[in-house]
């Protein structure tokens, strides 16, 4: 079974408005991580932002939230105010156990690819 | 504050070719991993380091594939023999560990991949 899984290949927004972009998970694990990352055509994996299982808050980072809902184990981003330069693939990522104890990798999803248009 | 380099970017090789990858992760992280990514497919582990040692290691480095971190540092991936399936792009990521017993972030910061085509 797909560890994440994110069901948009491709996704469309007009500049200045918001975006979700969907990520489901999957872990027995009661301690994870969950990531998004942004991937520009250049190719570096760019940190957007982070929510841990144990997180009672939903992360925030500037533009970025990240909708947390755990007991659908879904993990979505939401980008506020759309810009040009946000158009990119897409990541979300898990790590399972607790940073301190487990190693750390991460599994990644497919991908969505976002495009913004003027 | 210098992020993670990669070196070279862009490598073209002929099939049997062994080719070999350079990583400098940030300075004070003491975790380094490598991922490989193909064309419209998410990253996948590949290798972690944590300091000089390399603790875990996935079924897909085959034993053609080595990697090394001798002094805690830098790390280096050769592929030997490569095949045409080894094209892709290699990404190195680092983080800071965190001590046992603890949640944390973990957040790895990746380096811009090093992209292979094999010949």
């Known amino acids: 079974a797909q560890k994440i899984t994110q069901t948009q290949p491709g996704m469309f927004v007009q500049e200045k408005e918001a975006v979700t972009l969907d990520c489901t998970y999957d872990t027995s694990d009661p301690s994870y991580g969950l990531f998004w990352y942004k991937q520009p055509s250049s190719g570096e994996m760019i940190f957007l932002i982070y929510?841990?299982?144990?997180?009672?808050q939903n992360a925030t980072e500037g533009r970025y939230s990240l909708n947390f809902q755990k007991a659908r184990k879904s993990a979505n981003l939401v980008i506020s105010a759309s810009q040009l330069g946000d158009s990119a693939m897409y990541f979300c990522a898990m790590r399972e156990g607790s940073g301190g104890t487990s190693y750390g990798k991460l599994t990644f999803g497919q991908g969505t690819i976002l495009t913004v248009h003027p | 504050d210098t992020g993670v380099s990669q070196d070279p970017r862009h490598k073209i090789t002929k099939r049997g070719q062994n080719v070999t990858f350079r990583c400098d992760p940030i300075s004070e992280h003491n975790r380094l991993y490598w991922y490989r990514q193909t064309l419209g497919q998410g990253p996948e582990f590949l290798t972690y380091f944590q300091n000089e040692a390399q603790l875990e290691k996935s079924r897909l480095l085959s034993d053609r594939f080595s990697a090394e971190r001798p002094k805690g540092s830098f790390s280096t991936l050769e592929i030997q023999r490569t095949e045409q399936g080894d094209s892709a792009m290699y990404l190195c990521a680092s983080s800071a560990g965190a001590w046992r017993g603890t949640i944390a972030k973990n957040i790895q910061y990746f380096g811009a991949g090093t992209r292979l085509s094999v010949l």
């Open positions: 929510q841990g299982s144990y997180d009672q």
